[in-house]
């Protein structure tokens, strides 16, 4: 069964920072070391939104609300993802979620294209 699990959220002022952990278990190593994974983001009354997305070999993709703020990475051999967030503001206050594909393309941005999910930790960014 796979398991995911986020770390680091909490509470910030408008131009902190804020580094996410997530601790990726129960996949077949060849497969977690394979996969596509990223942070989706979802705030009160919105939709899930996908933050950033990373492939095996570190290929990044990030929405344009966070180009240049945000950088995603992962360190296969620990099965970790991470997600270094600066210059925060209190629009990217939202719960955050961890999440894998079950293939290795990161080809699309849709949280719908996600099979995997963290319970999520909360980011609040106050003015």
């Known amino acids: 069964q796979v398991q995911l699990v986020e770390s680091g959220g909490g509470s910030v002022q408008a131009g902190g920072s804020l580094r996410l952990s997530c601790a990726l278990s129960?996949?077949?190593?060849?497969?977690?070391?394979?996969?596509?994974m990223g942070w989706i983001r979802q705030a009160p009354g919105k939709e899930r939104e996908v933050v950033a997305q990373?492939?095996?070999?570190?290929?990044?993709t990030y929405a344009d609300f966070v180009k240049g703020r945000f950088t995603i990475s992962r360190d296969n051999a620990e099965r970790t993802l991470y997600l270094q967030m600066n210059s925060l503001n209190p629009e990217d206050t939202a719960m955050y979620y961890c999440?894998?594909?079950?293939?290795?393309?990161?080809?699309?941005?849709?949280?719908?294209?996600?099979?995997?999910w963290g319970q999520g930790t909360q980011v609040t960014v106050s003015s």
């Open positions: 990373v492939n095996y070999v570190g290929s990044a």
């Open positions: 129960g996949y077949a190593y060849s497969t977690a070391s394979n996969n596509c």
């Open positions: 999440a894998a594909r079950s293939y290795r393309a990161c080809t699309g941005m849709s949280h719908t294209l996600f099979a995997f």
